[in-house]
């Protein structure tokens, strides 16, 4: 029969099967890559972040290093510059000379001394003593700069000192009279410790290093301090830039990778340099990126998992799916070789299941899925009044939970045939209760019921004839016993059928 009004119609055909899981494996080991090529970027560009944070560290501290070292030296050349006036003074006096140099050198405490020389070389005026003692420096650089060279300021390559053996950073310059003769030579020694105090106040790291060197390559401070390399040149072969250069070089000295910022100060032969250690430098993002990356490999593993476990789960269904489609089309077979006509519905009326019988039962061209009542008639077999969409039992099972069975129905078929059929009907419940659907099966008895009419009159003429016979009749058991008698046996026997014993044939 049909199921009440619906919506439309649910597709008669098996489940759809889930999605296969085959890439799913794939699907998830793609993620974890990109995954972990996500990670990796993120860490590499912020380890370049790290590092070009020191980049710019190394170009900031070696511009401090370049001006404090030039405001340095440019005082000391003022200093010179006043000497030299002074000895050009012909008012002079060795005890005027002698104090100015002393009061320059208490007034300078990166100067270990300074002193005078004469056109030949020889010094005449000390810093350190009142007397000086005979000594003569025409062989130095710094003197044959004055004689042979263009003259002004010299800076000259670190020199030990021939009276104590430390070492010194010379500064001269040349004093000349009014007819451009060379009167004497004005020289300092500044003190390469007063640059490596100034250093180790810079925040470099305990790896870090600050060397300031001459234009040939010569070293005259070092942070760290090593003794061993004062005065000599770098142990590779090294080019001392011209302009600001940065590099990341391991140190053939101490062989700690470094970010190096070399920085030539203007106007002076001598080159500062500021590196620091790259290990050092990333100590924080290291840890930073080992508790990433341990995070992301938690991240992965719980991925590969869930990938593993979805996988697992989607073949589960798969093969429940495809037992399921088994098992609905196996049903779908038995119902389609039902010779009574079937029909299942869900809660909302829509049929998805029905069967051949119903278009041979109900005269229809199609699949019988509609709920429009107005379509079918039908009349209560016993009392002949018509039914109402709410009679069948399709209706009672869906909207009242009510089964019903072997309700006899007399119906006009679509196609104008009348039948007589035996409906059914029951309500599909969840785990709940909850009323889910209904099936319904109509059995056409059309021809039982002529063929028990049939019987019905040949079986009253029978006993018509029995009972009104001329003839006395018995109907008899095997065992002797009287099963019937018409009234012309119970006439010659005497019997009478309301004394209600049983009789016998040996009896009569």
Same mark, same amino acid.
Not at 229 to 247: K, S, Y
């Given at each position: ?24 494996p ?54 010179? =510059? ?6 050009r ?40 003593d ?10 130095r ?13 010299f800076i000259? #390559? ?9 070492w ?7 004093? #000349? ?33 600050i060397?300031?060197?001459?234009g ?25 830039p *011209? ?21 030539? !100060?203007?106007?002076?032969?001598l080159?500062?340099? !500021? ?7 990333? *100590? ?62 869900d ?18 061209? *199609?699949?019988? #899925? ?10 209560w ?7 109402e ?6 209706a009672r ?12 129905i ?44 049939s ?27 009287? =099963? ?25």
């Amino acid at each position: 029969m049909p199921a009440p009004p619906s919506r439309p119609d649910r597709p008669n055909g098996p489940l759809r099967p889930l999605q296969s899981a085959a890439y799913l494996p794939l699907l998830g080991g793609l993620s974890v890559a990109a995954l972990l090529v996500l990670v990796a970027a993120t860490l590499w560009s912020s380890r370049e972040q790290e590092l070009e944070k020191v980049r710019v560290t190394t170009l900031n501290l070696s511009a401090v290093l370049r001006e404090q070292t030039a405001r340095t030296l440019q005082n000391v050349d003022a200093a010179m =510059l006043q000497v030299g006036e002074t000895l050009r003074n012909h008012s002079r006096t060795p005890e005027t000379m002698r104090a100015e140099l002393r009061e320059t050198l208490l007034e300078r405490p990166f100067l270990r001394a300074i002193w005078v020389l004469d056109a030949r070389g020889q010094v005449i005026y000390d810093s350190d003593d009142e007397t000086p003692p005979e000594r003569n420096c025409a062989d130095r650089r710094y003197f044959r700069w004055h004689v042979d060279g263009p003259g002004g300021l010299f800076i000259g #390559k670190p020199i030990e000192s021939r009276l104590d053996g430390d070492w010194f950073l010379p500064l001269s310059r040349g004093v #000349k009279d009014g007819r451009g003769r060379l009167l004497g030579v004005v020289v300092a020694a500044v003190e390469p410790d007063y640059f490596e105090r100034f250093y180790d106040t810079l925040s470099i790291g305990s790896h870090g290093a600050i060397t300031i060197r001459h234009g040939e390559g010569e070293l005259i401070a070092r942070i760290p301090h090593r003794d061993d390399l004062i005065g000599q040149p770098p142990p590779f072969a090294v080019q001392i830039p *011209e302009i600001t250069r940065t590099v990341r070089v391991t140190s053939a000295v101490d062989g700690v990778e470094r970010i190096y910022t070399s920085r030539p !100060v203007e106007a002076m032969p001598l080159v500062v340099t !500021v590196g620091i250690s790259v290990d050092e430098a990333l *100590e924080d993002w290291c840890r930073s990126a080992a508790a990433f990356i341990a995070g992301t490999l938690v991240v992965a593993l719980l991925l590969i998992a869930l990938t593993w476990l979805l996988g697992r789960e989607i073949r589960g269904r798969e093969r429940l799916t495809e037992s399921l489609r088994r098992e609905e089309s196996l049903l779908r077979q038995v119902v389609e070789s039902l010779p009574v006509a079937v029909f299942v519905a869900d809660r909302a009326g829509r049929i998805f299941l029905t069967n051949s019988a119903t278009q041979r039962i109900w005269g229809a061209d *199609e699949a019988l #899925k509609t709920g429009d009542y107005s379509r079918f008639r039908g009349r209560w077999t016993r009392t002949g009044i018509a039914l109402e969409p709410d009679d069948w039992a399709m209706a009672r099972a869906l909207s009242r939970g009510e089964s019903s069975s072997n309700e006899m129905i007399d119906i006009e078929t679509l196609d104008g045939q009348r039948k007589t059929i035996l409906n059914w009907a029951a309500p599909i419940r969840d785990a709940n209760g909850e009323v889910i659907g209904g099936v319904a099966i109509n059995e056409d008895i059309t021809r039982e019921r002529a063929l028990a009419e049939s019987l019905g009159e040949i079986e009253a003429r029978f006993e018509a004839m029995f009972e009104y016979s001329i003839e006395a009749t018995l109907i008899t058991a095997p065992d002797g016993r009287v =099963l019937a008698a018409n009234r012309e046996a119970c006439r010659l026997v005497g019997y009478r059928r309301e004394d209600g014993r049983r009789l016998d044939i040996r009896d009569i």
